[in-house]
């Protein structure tokens, strides 16, 4: 009988090893990536590669295992680093691998005029920014900021707008009372030389501002004129009914008027079908600081409104510099705004048609592509109302007082306006001196 060798038996008994399958082209491709994660700040720029990733808060990069040069930016730094991805891991850029890029921490706590809670969505410029509780982590440098109501509570409340300029580790506070009615700007205070501007050469009407420097404390300012769809609203909740409304050349209000017409006409309750958004006239003085009350605010000063005007520079005679051909932009047909006619055509001003005035307003904010928008963001302060400003004057026992900016304007330019009627040319926006600030 023929043996069998021994090794044979053995590999029989084990059985004879089999040859592993080679990796698939995907799977070994598979091995040579690994992923590159970011637990930094929002808004942060990320490129990696040269290649644009977006903005922080991103999900994980799958690349390949290699060294990679990563770019990080905010609007005020920017870094660059090797970075080596591991196959098949997770590497991570957090904050202490960037301490070059510093940050700020913004807390907002924001209420209603009853003093009810408010969530709030931060925006950095256009870019939304995550935050935990009105708690917001923002990159170190100059920026605008806009904080804007959420939530059932925030119906048609405005947004609260301030330039910061935020320090590294620094965090900043703003307790802030989000009201019905237009949007607000913080202007910070400072030293300002009040007063037609030092380069004026014509012989300047009456101002109740007489040229010297002054220091204004930190206020808020509404961005727009107060418009008839937003002063409808306090009509609406019966608050702003106060004080006499007899209106002149009623055929230009944006109101519906009842009762006689001319200076007898009484303010109606109903807006003209198309003009909701146009600024509210035909609101005499009363009236306009019943609205800003009812808001918790009231009417701004002389002193406030030239520091507007001007965007809080004493060298400035508009509110986007000096370039006196920018007032064309109003429908001032004149080479120079010390030259304004008394009224304007093209839209921006009334016109005298046989026997009515008609002013031809134009919606809010019309020209924030940049024209007559001051460095700050106010919107209409050199172009359409002229505006009421808080400020009396006894003229032969009569109360006057000032209605400024409009397509009049050149730094102050005003006329007296008596306390009682109401009027087309003029409008109004709100103040308030700021709060919570630290």
């Not at 870094?79 to 098949?88: L, M, T």
């Not at 507007?308 to 051909?325: H, I, L, M, Q």
């Not at 009421?388 to 004057?393: C, D, G, I, Q, T």
Request: charged share 25%.
């Amino acid at each position: 009988m023929r043996q069998v060798p021994a090794v044979a038996v053995a590999m029989l008994l084990l059985g004879c090893p089999q040859s592993q399958p080679e990796p698939s082209a995907a799977e070994s491709e598979a091995s040579q990536v690994g992923s590159l994660s970011f637990e930094l700040p929002p808004g942060v720029a990320v490129f990696v590669d040269g290649q644009d990733r977006g903005l922080t808060p991103i999900s994980a990069l799958e690349l390949s295992a290699s060294s990679h040069r990563v770019v990080l930016k905010t609007a005020c730094d920017e870094i660059e680093q090797s970075v080596a991805v591991q196959p098949q891991a997770e590497t991570t850029i957090d904050r202490s691998s960037v301490s070059a890029l510093g940050f700020a921490t913004l807390v907002v706590e924001a209420k209603t005029i009853r003093d009810k809670p408010l969530e709030v969505k931060l925006h950095l410029g256009e870019t939304e920014v995550p935050g935990d509780g009105g708690r917001f982590e923002i990159p170190a440098c100059p920026a605008r900021i806009r904080i804007e109501p959420t939530g059932v509570s925030a119906y048609n409340l405005g947004s609260f707008i301030e330039d910061i300029e935020p320090k590294a580790t620094e965090t900043l506070t703003r307790k802030l009372i989000l009201r019905p009615g237009p949007d607000v700007v913080r202007l910070h205070g400072g030293s300002f030389r009040q007063g037609p501007h030092p380069n004026d050469d014509f012989e300047h009407p009456r101002t109740p501002l007489e040229p010297k420097r002054v220091v204004l404390e930190t206020f808020d300012m509404d961005k727009t004129e107060v418009t008839a769809r937003q002063y409808m609203e306090c009509l609406g909740e019966r608050m702003c009914e106060k004080g006499p409304s007899h209106v002149r050349y009623t055929d230009s209000c944006v109101f519906q008027l009842s009762g006689l017409h001319g200076a007898d006409a009484e303010f109606g309750r109903r807006m003209l079908e198309g003009k909701e958004d146009l600024p509210a006239n035909c609101v005499n003085i009363v009236a306009a600081k019943t609205y800003c009350e009812w808001r918790g605010m009231r009417l701004p000063t002389p002193l406030e409104f030239d520091y507007a005007f001007r965007s809080t520079k004493s060298e400035y005679a508009f509110p986007w510099g000096n370039d006196e051909s920018q007032c064309r932009a109003f429908g001032v047909d004149e080479p120079a705004c010390v030259k304004l006619l008394e009224f304007h055509r093209a839209g921006r001003g009334p016109t005298y048609e046989g026997q009515e005035w008609r002013y031809n307003s134009q919606p809010a904010c019309s020209f924030a592509d940049g024209r007559g928008v001051s460095e700050q963001g106010l919107c209409d302060l050199a172009g359409n109302l002229l505006e009421f400003a808080l400020f009396e004057e006894d003229l032969g026992n009569q109360k006057k007082h000032y209605a400024l900016g409009g397509v009049r304007a050149r730094n102050m330019r005003s006329f007296m306006i008596g306390s009682l009627p109401g009027d087309p040319r003029i409008g109004f926006r709100c103040v308030a001196s700021a709060e919570g600030v630290q």
